[in-house]
């Protein structure tokens, strides 16, 4: 999000803070346009408060006084989104139109399936067939994926549709491993939530204990003793610097991961393999 990369070059905090707040503003505003609802409330709230100011400020009865206080709250808000209300129309439609994908159950480009998947973490999120996604993915196996049904797009996992997490061979399976081994399915905790994939050690006479070879993936176990549970670098960064400057909890920030995951059922995200 821009909000936070320009949060990142600034150096003093007086920067930072507007720089949030514009974000923030930004974000409820981007809110409000996928809700049609909220944007006439508040075009009704901005219309009753312009009438407000023509009325006695002193004279007003306690109900339309607390309503006054609580319409001018709104003024800060509104003047900034004053210059964007002519936009709010196409601003709409396009983050309307992502919900949806003309292309969606149509054949794939490599012609060997219908394009029923797309990413929600790749910058550009065609639809494409199952093995066209997998084969793009091999490298990048904490996206989010969304599966067409013919009539709205339902956030499924690449675990689920068969990606590997393969160690110690690029994103390889290592050719030492026995042929009956079996991958491990894995709760893996990242910064866009909270995933669950199988993950194929490396079996070769040099290989490292299981723990380490997830830390060299930038995976850091959660259990020494065949671990089913990581959390990547990134998360522990950025649980890090969140903890530092907000004082969030590890509950909070869990609650948050929770809602990344899945917003509408936040309980059904995976904890353990246990209750995978
Ligand atoms: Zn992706
Ligand atoms: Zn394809
Ligand atoms: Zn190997």
């Known amino acids: 999000m821009a909000m936070v990369r320009l949060a990142g070059c600034c150096t003093s905090h007086r920067p930072v803070a507007s720089v949030l707040k514009v974000g923030l503003h930004h974000y409820q505003m981007y809110c409000l346009l996928r809700h049609p609802a909220p ?23 306690a109900l339309k006084m607390l309503m006054f206080l609580l319409l001018l709250s709104f003024q800060g808000a509104s003047v900034m989104m004053a210059a964007f209300e002519k936009h709010f129309d196409r601003l709409q439609s396009a983050i309307l139109e992502r919900e949806c994908d003309p292309k969606a159950g149509t054949d794939c480009a490599c012609g060997a399936g219908q394009s029923l998947y797309r990413c929600q973490d790749c910058f550009t999120s065609t639809v494409s067939c199952q093995q066209c996604l997998l084969r793009s993915h091999t490298d990048l196996p904490l996206h989010h994926i969304q599966h067409w049904t013919g009539t709205h797009f339902e956030r499924t996992n690449l675990g689920d549709l068969g990606l590997i997490l393969c160690l110690g061979h690029a994103t390889l399976r290592c050719p030492n491993a026995p042929t009956d081994s079996k991958e491990r399915p894995t709760v893996i905790v990242h910064t866009n939530g909270i995933h669950k994939l199988d993950v194929e050690y490396c079996y070769c006479a040099y290989a490292a204990d299981e723990p380490t070879q997830l830390a060299s993936a930038g995976l850091f176990p959660a259990t020494t003793e065949k671990p089913e549970t990581a959390f990547t670098f990134a998360v522990l960064k950025e649980f890090h610097a969140h903890t530092l400057s907000s004082k969030k909890s590890a509950y909070d920030y869990y609650i948050a991961l929770q809602k990344l995951t899945n917003n509408a059922f936040p309980d059904r995200t995976y904890v353990s393999i246990l209750h995978a």
């Open 39 to 61: 944007i006439k409330h508040l075009r009704h709230l901005r219309r009753k408060l312009s009438e407000s100011r023509s009325v006695g400020f002193l004279y007003l009865p």
